[in-house]
């Protein structure tokens, strides 16, 4: 009786303490300041406020319960049932459940927590579930196996499935022993592509946590030395993209996948917990983080080198990467258009329809039945009547899902950062491709879209594109430090063709037009938006003026940064900006930048900075002041004062020196 009136004691503390830590879900920007607590102290803070959401039986509620095993506290078994159901279910997304059932069980090896009966339930969930398309049983509902988050994380469970039931009969009548030899040879594959061409999914706010969570099982628990070691390699290296794309905790570069609940403003980010547990900038936002909550429990630790990248932000950085493959280039890297597996790599990049490519996914498609309401018909007619017209294919890329390759540049000082994707795919259709972002302070961003919804949408929907996530039409768009351009080139005859700035009058400290220019202030840190064409403050349901709208099909914006320590004064800053000269001829732009120089940039044209061209592709993997990484290189080396970090994919090994 004495241990139980402990134990419930013991919860009521817990569940007090994590109150006081989180009373303000979404604190005031002091929050984010860098680290305010060592890692072992966030961990612990991070791990209390997990456990505290203890009677979650949903999709992910198995994190909460994964973070009270590690903690030593009783676990809701219950609310694993919930998660247990959820699989059964056999809907998209229970590949993430999975991942946290199996984190459960191995964590639980040691722990020895479980009961008998649980551990049967959980046995018998693995067991029958469904890894991959190839397995015969035909899915009853939609299931996504080919996107690049759920591919490794398909791999990943069963690899860790057939670990644990080595000789145990699965549902499609092989033994674990088959599924660790399937799952290891998909598993290579998804790893060599990830070191040499990093994700499709670019900096993702929202997927990039799934990625650290197929990673981090990995790397805890796979029997295999050299998927382990990859794998922790790996974690470093996701973490080093982060590092270097975030401002004081928020993730404010361009995405390659997002969603509107993850961009208006920092606080709702799935990668914010993350952040603020491996850098200590940030906010624990969610309390069954997939990601979050593995690294949490994991023992892989984060190296100094980047944690100290992370929060540099005296350090003014101009960061150049590339992320991803144009599929022409796929000979160049040894990849064929006839293979299977290398199809894998197209369809993680969601290039199902490349005219490259079309004829294997379809024969994917019919093989497994898998994607079966794709109309590759269509597109293959699409592609015929171009030859038929041209010769030639002169558009292969039709497709909105497309995630090609990423040249990514991000500006970062000490009051602002500035990032954007360079010259993506402009004039083709898009899906949640987030071009560019200013951001200036947890709630001050910036950012501009055509939309692909007339309204925002009610919380929990998610339309791709949306109100503000992704682009109905992809922008031409092009930075240079401080200065970024983006031209809309939309079909008057479209629906919704006009493009908006996400720009919340209420997040900053002050707001003054002048001209075509717009210009924000929050604290030190200044933001001015030119538009070519007029544009209106449109006032939402609830009252708030956030956007600024243009309603014209074709139209150039010009943002610009700026600081205190720059300008002297807001006021400066307002009066030197708008003073520049600015000349628009059709979808040409010639900008005199009062911190940059002279500006030329154009609709397919290049952008030119005082007379001399810069390229917009082709850039090295990673290129900052802290190193330059080729791309498809299998070594990174990271200098951060007088430490230097090195991963060398190769030998499976990091060094620091």
């Known amino acids: 009786m004495k241990k139980l009136s402990f134990m419930i004691l013991s919860l009521c ?56 095993l590690e903690l030593g506290l009783p676990v809701n078994e219950n609310a694993v049932r919930g998660t247990i159901a959820v699989v059964g279910e056999n809907k998209d997304c229970n590949d993430f459940s999975v991942g946290g059932l199996v984190r459960l069980l191995y964590l639980d090896q040691n722990k020895h927590r479980l009961s008998e009966k649980l551990r049967d339930e959980l046995e018998a969930c693995l067991t029958n579930f469904k890894y991959w398309w190839d397995e015969p049983e035909k899915d009853a509902q939609y299931r996504c196996y080919h996107t690049e988050n759920h591919q490794g994380l398909y791999h990943q469970d069963e690899l860790m499935a057939g670990q644990l039931f080595k000789k145990k009969l699965f549902k499609d009548g092989r033994t674990g022993a088959y599924h660790i030899n399937h799952a290891k040879l998909l598993l290579d594959k998804w790893l060599s592509y990830r070191v040499r061409f990093g994700y499709s999914e670019w900096l993702s706010n929202n997927y990039l946590e799934v990625d650290l969570l197929t990673l981090s099982n990995l790397y805890d628990f796979a029997e295999d030395h050299d998927i382990r070691d990859r794998a922790g390699l790996l974690i470093d290296m996701t973490l080093y993209e982060m590092a270097l794309n975030n401002f004081h905790g928020v993730f404010g570069s361009t995405h390659g996948r997002t969603y509107n609940r993850s961009l208006t403003g920092g606080r709702q980010e799935a990668t914010s917990s993350i952040s603020k547990l491996m850098f200590g900038a940030g906010i624990f936002n969610s309390p069954r983080s997939l990601g979050a909550v593995s690294l949490a429990t994991s023992s892989y630790r984060c190296p100094s080198v980047i944690e100290n990248i992370a929060n540099d932000y005296g350090q003014t950085i101009d960061h150049k990467e590339r992320q991803s493959i144009n599929i022409d280039d ?74 090609s390759e990423a040249n990514i540049q991000t500006y970062r000082t000490r009051d602002y950062m500035l990032s954007s994707v360079q010259r993506y795919r402009p004039g083709t259709p898009g899906y949640q491709q987030h071009v560019w972002q200013a951001t200036l302070g947890t709630d001050a961003v910036v950012f501009l879209n055509n939309p692909g919804e007339s309204t925002p949408e009610p919380t929990g929907k998610e339309s791709s594109p949306a109100y503000w996530a992704g682009n109905k039409i992809l922008p031409d768009a092009a930075q240079y430090k401080n200065v970024l351009f983006c031209i809309y080139n939309n079909n008057a005859s479209d629906h919704q063709t006009y493009s908006h700035a996400y720009f919340p009058k209420s997040a900053f400290d002050e707001v003054v037009e002048k001209g075509n220019w717009t210009f924000g202030r929050k604290g030190d840190a200044f933001i001015a938006l030119y538009s070519q064409n007029t544009t209106n403050w449109v006032t939402s349901s609830n009252g708030e003026q956030n956007e600024l709208r243009s309603a014209s099909p074709q139209n150039s914006w010009i943002c610009e940064m700026g600081s205190r320590s720059q300008w002297g004064s807001f006021d400066s800053f307002v009066n030197k900006i708008s003073s520049g000269k600015v000349k628009c001829d059709a979808l040409n732009i010639c900008y005199n930048s009062p911190s940059a120089g002279s500006l030329k940039f154009g609709w397919k044209q290049p952008l030119s900075v005082n007379n001399k061209q810069l390229a917009l592709t082709g850039y090295p993997r990673f290129e900052n002041l802290y190193g330059k990484t080729e791309f498809a290189s299998d070594r990174l080396a990271i200098k951060y004062k007088n430490q230097t970090l090195v991963l060398d994919f190769n030998k499976n090994k990091r060094e620091i020196r």
Not at 23 to 38: A, G, I, L, R
């Open 13 to 68: 503390v817990i569940s007090i303490k994590v109150m006081a830590q989180t009373e303000n879900v979404f604190p005031k920007d002091t929050y984010w300041t860098s680290p305010q607590k060592p890692y072992v102290d966030r961990r612990e803070l991070y791990l209390n406020f997990c456990a505290a959401n203890n009677n979650d039986g949903s999709r992910d509620g198995v994190f909460s319960q994964v973070a009270r």
């Open 330 to 403: 796929a000979p160049r890297y040894g990849l064929s258009y006839n293979n299977e597996l290398d199809c894998h790599l197209y369809w993680g990049m969601q290039e199902f329809i490349n005219p490259d490519v079309i004829a294997m996914s379809k024969r994917i498609s019919e093989k497994y039945d898998v994607w079966p309401y794709r109309d590759y018909q269509h597109y293959e007619q699409l592609y015929a009547d171009q030859r038929k017209q041209f010769g030639k294919i002169v558009n292969p890329n039709l497709d909105r899902y497309a995630l």
